[in-house]
Structures are given as structure tokens and as C-alpha cells.
């Protein structure tokens, strides 16, 4: 079993400790990314829903939903990154989805597409801190045999997400449209809106922010000091001051280029517009919200896949680029066109295998960037930043809503872009082992570079490791404990 959960074979006090982590990180991000793609996904279902006709949208419109959100993101990428200089991720976050969920239940009055493009824009502008910020903490508490897993489910339940808005939207349009006086694209908004504010609620009491800072009440005293001992044994330092000098340094620097391009060449345009073809083929509001939810069990079940590996081999790199492949495919069979339908229903469908591009990408990126917290949360803010630059009007140019579901050049772009994501990740991979022989580093126990001076082992502690006050108040003990065995990660073996 430890082969698809590798803490079953840890031992017993580090299985507890890790399942403490699971059940309060990682389920409170798991529901913190559902509700941002479920609603991010329901302005799609809700416009082949009804609310199209009923706002009189005729033309780009679809399109400039995307571009306002991605323009919101974009403003709003580095700011937040800066903010966490002054306020913990703790309270950033989960204020930043409060404003979400709030936005998420004003756009069921939505009178017209200004009003809309108000709100995505906001939107944005409020998810921009999630995403990198996120992935820092997971790149801060998980070690590398823990983190590829829990990066692709964490991820993953935005697939989850996107199906669940699908079958929603299609159970809602049967059931409750018209219902108090409001359509089915409406009702879809206002439920979206009552399962996220309690979600965002919960943020404020489930996120750790790092080990070295952390205040979370559900971690007890022994468990933040072997938060420290793992992060320093895996090679991860704690978060510093970021300074102008710093960020200018990093932003020149080899990784910050290596990581960009890769990152900002990842458009999938395969499988992204399968509603509107579906819609073009005359299918029902029903099937055009669920047909599209095959690719996204493929999702499932080839992201788990996928990351099972990559935590085994280590073939981080490797695997990112193998998930690429299917978007090539896709891309190149729609660039086409003119192919049976089951081809082309294929072209839509397959693409899904490559999902979890992203997460693994930044489970390879925590590994070999291990040594600076800030620039694994500011890499993916940056990225975000140029992508969504990027993305606000690729779309509209390159996948026009009045052209669908044919588009001439669209696929044939992303084909080009998709091939230089390749070209960029193999790229990563040379810069930084050129990075490593410069530095001499050496390779620790996890597989990872470090320099000389951060190899550390704790294989076994003495006493004398561990502050008194961490083992029990009135109690002297004298021997070598193993941290790693007893409930609380302590145990005596003498007294």
C-alpha cells in the first residue's frame, strides 16, 4: 500500500505526524482550490446555460470573461507576494477568499457583461496570492518523497471541481431553474457562493504558514520542533527578509529565466473549447456540461499515476516533459480539423492525460529550488504574472468565440508553444546542473543538492538535541531518544 501512500511505511511517530499534516494542510488546500475552480469554472457552464440568451451576449464576450480574470491575476500576482512581508499567509489568504466567495454570490444579479467583467477582474485580483503562496507551503512542510502526491491531489481537485461544476450545473438547470424567480445560471452562482465562504472560514484556522514561523493550534510544541528537524534534514531553509537587493538578484538570476519560459509557454488549447464544440454539434445543455467531464476522470487517474512515479524514480523532469505529449497530439489533430468525429472527440479528451503538467513541474521546481522559500513563492508569482499577460489575449486572438468551434490557427499556435515548453523544461534541467558542478554541491539522502555545509542527518537525536520543555513538564530523563517512533515523536529508550 505504501507504493500509492508512502507514510503507511514510515515509521509509527513520523505516520502520525505526517497524517496531522494531511488532515489539516493539505484537506483545508484541497477545499480551498476546489471552491477557486469551481468558481472559475462556472461562468463557462453558466454562459452555454442559459445565461448567454438571457444577457443578450453575442460575440467576444465569452472571451473577455477569461481576459478580466486574467488581467485581475496579473495586477494582483506581485503585490501579494510583497504583502507577505507584512502579514502572514494565514490571514492573506483566507481573506482573500472571503472577498472571492463574496463576489461569487453578486454575480447571480449580473444585468449585463460590465458587470461581469467588474467581478472577474476582482476575482483575479483576489486569486493571484493563492496559487505561489500555496506552493510554498507545501514546498516548506513535505519531504520529496511525500511532495509529488500531495502537490497532484491538491491540484487535482480542481479537476474534480470542473467535473463537479458540470454534473451541478447540469442537475440545476433540471431542477431549480425558475425557481424564486431565478434561472438555473443563476442558481448556479448562488450555490457556488454558499459552499465557499465556509471553506474560506476555515482557512484562517488550518493554514501553518512555515515551520519556522508556524502558530497553528492543531500542531503541538514537539511537533513545530520536528517540523524544523525534517525541513533542515531534507535542506529547506526558512523564510528571510525579502530585500530590493534580493528580488533584483533573482530576478536576474539563471532560475528565474530557466523557470519562466516553460511556465509561460504552457497553453493547452486542446480539450479547453470541447463545450463549444459540443454545443456547435447541437448536443443538449445536460451533455455539454457532462461529456466533458470524461477528460477529467483521465485526469484523476493519470495525475495520481503520474506522481506515484515521479515520488518513486525521481524522474521529475522527465515525467513533465512526457505529460506535454498528449498535448501535442491534441493540438496537432485539431490543427487539422477536417477528421472523423471520433478523432476529433479523442483530440478533446486525451489532452487530459497531460493535466498534471503543472504539478509536477512545481514539485521538481520545490527540489531543486530548496534552498530559498521567497523565490518559490515569488517563481510561480512572476509566472503567473507573465502567463496570464500572456493568456489575456492569446485567446481572444488566437481562439475568437465567433469562430467556433473551428479555429484556423488557434491549435496550431499552441502546437508552437507546447513544443517550446519541451524545449524549455530539458532547458531547466541543463541550467541547473550546470548551477550545481559551479557550486560544488553534493547530493544529500532524499536525492537532493545541497551545499557542504547544510548536510545534515538525523537519523538519531540525543537528549541533549531536544529543549527540555518539549519532553514533559517535571520529568528529567537521561538517554538517547529516537524521534521518530512515539506518538508525540519522543520516546526514551533509558531513564
Known sequence: MSFFWESIAKP??????????????????????????LDQKNINNAYVSGMKEALHLNGNQYNYFTTMFNCGYLAGSIPSQISLSFARPSIMIPGCEVFWSILVFVQCRASSDKYLYACRFLQGFAESICFPTMMMIIGSWYKPEEIAKRVVIWDMTSTIASMFSGYLQ????????????????????????????????????????????????????????????????????????????????????????????????????????????????HYSVQMI??????????????????????????????????????????????????VPFGLKFAANIVPSIGQPFFSLFMAWISDIFQDDTELRGYLPAIGNAVWYAQYAWFPVVAFPAQKAPHYPWGYWAALGLTILNIVGVYTCYLANMWDVKRRGQVVNKYGLYVDREDLVDYEQSSLSDVKIGYIGEGVQEVGDVDIERDSDLIVVKEK
Open 289 to 338: 456540461n457532462i461529456l466533458p467531464t470524461i477528460g477529467n476522470a483521465i485526469a484523476l487517474v493519470s495525475a495520481y499515476l503520474f506522481a506515484i512515479l515521479s515520488d518513486i524514480t525521481r524522474w521529475r523532469w522527465q515525467l513533465t516533459i512526457v505529460t506535454l505529449l498528449p498535448y501535442v497530439f491534441g493540438n496537432l489533430v485539431l490543427g487539422i480539423w477536417n
Open 12 to 37: 509509527p511517530g513520523e505516520r502520525r505526524y505526517v497524517n496531522k499534516l494531511d488532515r489539516g494542510l493539505l484537506f483545508y488546500l484541497m477545499l480551498s482550490y476546489f471552491i477557486k475552480a
Open 170 to 281: 447540469a442537475a440545476i438547470y433540471t431542477n431549480l431553474n425558475g425557481v424564486s424567480g431565478f434561472a438555473g445560471w443563476q442558481w448556479l452562482f448562488i450555490i457556488d457562493g454558499v459552499i465557499s465562504l465556509p471553506i474560506a472560514l476555515f482557512g484562517f484556522f488550518a493554514i501553518p504558514d512555515f515551520p519556522t514561523t508556524t502558530r497553528a493550534i492543531w500542531l503541538t510544541d514537539r511537533d513545530k520542533e520536528y517540523s524544523i528537524r525534517r525541513m533542515t534534514e531534507v535542506g529547506k531553509k526558512g523564510p528571510k527578509k525579502m530585500t530590493v537587493k534580493r528580488f533584483w538578484n533573482m530576478l536576474f538570476g539563471w532560475r528565474f529565466w530557466a523557470f519562466i519560459t516553460p511556465y509561460a509557454a504552457y497553453i493547452t488549447g486542446a480539450g479547453t473549447y470541447m463545450n463549444l464544440w459540443l454545443q456547435a454539434e
